[in-house]
Every structure is written in C-alpha cells, then in structure tokens.
C-alpha cells in the first residue's frame, strides 16, 4: 500500500515563496499521477497542481497558473510544489495525492486518488 509524507509548508507573506515535498514509498513511481490539491475549512479539496509521472504531463488549476510548479525527482520517489508570489488566499491546508491510474491527462477531482499525504498547513500574511 503506497504512503505518501509530506513536508514543507508553513508561514510565507504575500508575494514570498514556499515549497511544499511529497515522498512516496511502498509505490510504483513509474507511472500514474500525483500531485497537490488544497483544502479550504468547511470545502471540499480541489486539485491545483498533478503531474503524470510516467511522461511528465502537467495539470493546473487556473488559480495557480504561473505562479506554482510541480516537478519530480524520480530518483527520490518525490514529487514537489514550487508555489511563488503567494497570495492570502492561497492559505490552506495542502494535501499530496497519488494514483496508479495511467490517464492520459491527470484527473483533478479527489475522488480518483486513492493515496494520500497527512496534509500540511500554508499561511499566507497579507
């Protein structure tokens, strides 16, 4: 059964940077998708940044568009986010997500992902 660990995250102002690291073990990084969805309190996640790790394939919610990279260290079994000019309302508590489905584009919706990360908290000051 894959794990997912997270780290990174924390306190950033506006306009700062952070970088959030997902490590997966006891799992098949050759293929599937990962990748970061966030949480607002009381809603549901949603999908911001997923990568294909098999081709590199990359998906992004037009709210991070620019601003948030994700990439992978396939020696390392990591998948990170380079999250840059970071807004208030980017403050949420992100989560890693995994599946060992191959889409040909990585699906954004939580339902799909079977392995997930324990979360992480972002703050942003204005």
């Known amino acids: 059964q894959g794990q997912l660990v997270e780290s990174g995250g924390g306190s950033a102002q506006a306009g700062g940077s952070l970088r959030l690291s997902c490590t997966a073990s006891?799992?098949?990084?050759?293929?599937?998708?990962m990748g970061w969805f966030r949480q607002y309190p009381g809603k549901e996640r949603e999908g911001i940044a997923l990568?294909?790790?098999?081709?590199?394939?990359?998906v992004y919610d037009d709210s991070v568009k620019g601003r948030f990279t994700i990439s992978q260290d396939n020696d390392k079994n990591t998948v990170y986010l380079q999250m840059n000019s970071l807004k208030p309302e980017d403050a949420a508590t992100y989560y890693c997500a995994g599946t060992q489905t191959n889409w040909a584009k990585c699906v954004t919706h939580p339902n799909w992902y079977l392995y997930w990360g324990q979360g992480t908290q972002v703050s942003v000051s204005a």
């Open positions: 006891k799992y098949d990084f050759n293929f599937g998708c």
């Open positions: 990568i294909n790790v098999g081709d590199g394939g990359q």
